[in-house]
């Protein structure tokens, strides 16, 4: 993974439970205290291991903590510049899902070795799809929904999300994803 997703996951701890937690986190996962380079490739063993580390220094399940990242990732990203390329990948909640896999695509422009996801909607109806999520790196569903749960904020509307996996065509995470505005509500 880019070190971008690193400096993230320190830029997380850091504002949510200061320096010193992140030392605690980061030499508990074995790393040398030097900061992460956005643009560097690092071994997704890396950032497993920062997430391994976070769930005995913070007492919280691996799945809170990719929630929590998820939740923490769309704000980060936006901040570091990346608002526009998200602004442009959809002006509804479904409309950006099915342009996820093209805001990738975007990305890897300047990320050439970058190895998303990759996402298709199904069963699409004016209040609900089903989300597919595909990808080689195990375990991190948990961080997909914390992104979905970001989008409630940035679409004005509350989100029921029901995850599951299947089998078919390949193994892969679906989210059936049902939504109201907040204005009707």
Do not use: C
């Not at 937690?21 to 205290?33: F, T």
């Not at 093209?102 to 209040?127: C, G, I, K, Y």
């Not at 790196?137 to 599951?164: K, M, N, T, Y």
Request: aromatic fraction near 10%; hydrophobic fraction near 40%.
């Amino acid at each position: 993974m880019y070190g971008l997703i690193n400096k993230a996951v320190e830029g997380l701890v850091r504002q949510r439970f200061g320096d010193a937690m992140w030392h605690r986190i980061r030499s508990g996962a074995n790393l040398p205290d030097e900061p992460f380079l956005s643009m560097e490739q690092y071994p997704d063993a890396t950032t497993y291991a920062l997430v391994g580390s976070a769930t005995k220094e913070l007492g919280a399940s691996s799945e809170d903590i990719l929630k929590e990242f998820g939740r923490f990732w769309m704000t980060y990203t936006a901040e570091l510049g990346y608002s526009e390329l998200l602004r442009s990948s959809g002006r509804t909640l479904p409309e950006f899902l099915r342009n996820l896999d093209a805001l990738h695509t975007r990305v890897q422009m300047a990320m050439n070795h970058l190895r998303p996801p990759s996402f298709a909607v199904t069963e699409e109806t004016a209040d609900s799809l089903v989300l597919h999520y595909y990808s080689e790196r195990a375990g991190l569903a948990p961080l997909v929904i914390g992104i979905l749960e970001a989008l409630q904020d940035r679409f004005d509307v509350s989100i029921d999300i029901r995850h599951a996996r299947a089998s078919e065509p390949r193994e892969h995470d679906v989210f059936h994803l049902k939504w109201r505005s907040r204005a009707a509500a």
